[in-house]
């Protein structure tokens, strides 16, 4: 593996490396944010409201799309009065009917699991609202439902259109009573994405750029990403996505407490990086030794961290350095949920584009899912 540390911060270099321009389309959060509150307010979620409260939510949504289920139940918090649940397949859960609102979001309008899931839905009399692309046949499929639509005004890619497809159902969660999101935690939000953004600007050289920094830091390490809530576990997912799709790098992921109770005992297996002892053995014989991938652990702290995973944070970063394993903390930003949760994908977003960049692989593509889509069709 060849890391380029120096492209990062040669701009022709840079920009050269990212010709699909991901870096400017992550750098467009802030503006989705305030965009799809717009076309939401346009798109009269007030109607979701008239039969009372839901039952349950079922977000239907695959890929970057689908991470805005996720995205949706993190902000609401366990202490949601209703289950938000997200499917990613072609069928609807059995219990899913007339008393529980689907949320179909496809950022292309086109996805076909996600057309067959909403067509479901319909034939059982669901509450429904779609998000998606304009003149597409999820659109099509909202007027035939006399569903709300919220349009969706793409990025450039699904997965870096997360507001664009995310905002309208925190949104539609507001008017239901789900969630207290004010208008001005939503333009706090958008703040904070570009507070985030002017840190990580390409333009910003590595030793002071905390994105490029981190990218660097898990080049060649197999990152091991833990969020220490349910919250940040969602951001350990989507940041494990991101990675395959931008760095087209493998990753793990997880969330405290469970990664304790499994994932932790890789800290001894082949990829651990051994003994603080093993590694500072001055003696020992290197000409032979194969040099090989180490686990990496990347840390996403929350603010709102149960007492008791406070310590299992401390002492499994503890545990991870007295094995050899590197350890990378983020910290989550801001007080409401939401401005939280958009700090931690921000900054994940902004890191793995860089990673790609250093690795000398454009971001942009993703060719072995054209490819898969080419062959079963």
């Not at 120096?6 to 490396?17: F, H, K, S, Y």
């Not at 497809?165 to 001005?184: K, N, Y």
């Not at 499994?316 to 801001?334: D, K, M, N, P, Q």
């Not at 931690?344 to 902004?350: E, G, H, K, T």
């Amino acid at each position: 593996m060849i890391v380029d540390s120096g492209r990062l911060d040669d701009p022709q270099a840079l920009a050269a490396a990212d010709p699909g321009d991901m870096l400017r389309q992550v750098a467009s959060s802030a503006a989705q944010v305030r965009q799809a509150r717009y076309l939401a307010g346009e798109a009269g979620l007030e109607r979701l409201a008239e039969d009372g409260r839901p039952r349950a939510v079922v977000v239907a949504g695959m890929g970057g799309s689908g991470i805005s289920g996720d995205v949706l139940a993190a902000v609401c918090g366990v202490g949601c009065p209703v289950p938000i649940v997200t499917v990613r397949g072609y069928r609807l859960p059995g219990w899913v009917g007339a008393a529980d609102l689907v949320i179909a979001v496809s950022c292309s309008g086109t996805t076909e699991e996600t057309l067959l899931v909403a067509a479901e839905a319909m034939r059982r009399g669901c509450r429904m609202l779609m998000v998606g692309g304009e003149d597409s046949p999820l659109a099509e499929l909202a007027a035939r439902a006399r569903a709300p639509f919220v349009p969706v005004r793409s990025a450039g890619q699904p997965r870096s259109t997360l507001w664009g497809l995310s905002i309208p159902l925190v949104l539609a969660a507001r008017e239901l009573g789900l969630t207290r999101v004010s208008d001005e935690v939503l333009e706090a939000t958008a703040r904070r994405l570009e507070e985030v953004a002017y840190r990580c600007r390409p333009t910003s050289e590595s030793f002071v750029n905390p994105a490029k920094q981190i990218a660097l830091d898990l080049a060649g390490e197999l990152p091991m990403v833990w969020g220490s809530s349910e919250l940040a576990a969602t951001v350990a997912y989507r940041m494990c996505c991101q990675l395959n799709e931008n760095a087209k790098y493998p990753a793990v992921f997880g969330g405290l407490p469970e990664a304790n109770h499994n994932q932790v005992v890789a800290f001894d297996g082949f990829f651990a990086g051994g003994t603080a002892g093993d590694i500072d053995d001055f003696f020992r014989d290197r000409a032979e030794e194969a040099e090989r991938t180490r686990l990496h652990l990347v840390m996403l702290r929350d603010a709102d961290e149960h007492p008791q995973v406070v310590k299992r944070r401390e002492i499994s970063a503890e545990l991870a350095r007295e094995r050899g394993i590197a350890v990378t903390e983020i910290t989550a930003e801001g007080v409401h949920p939401l401005e939280r949760i958009a700090s931690l994908i921000a900054m994940s977003d902004y890191v793995t584009v860089y990673l790609a960049i250093a690795l000398g692989v454009d971001p942009t593509p993703v060719s072995a899912i054209q490819e898969l889509k080419a062959r079963i069709a």
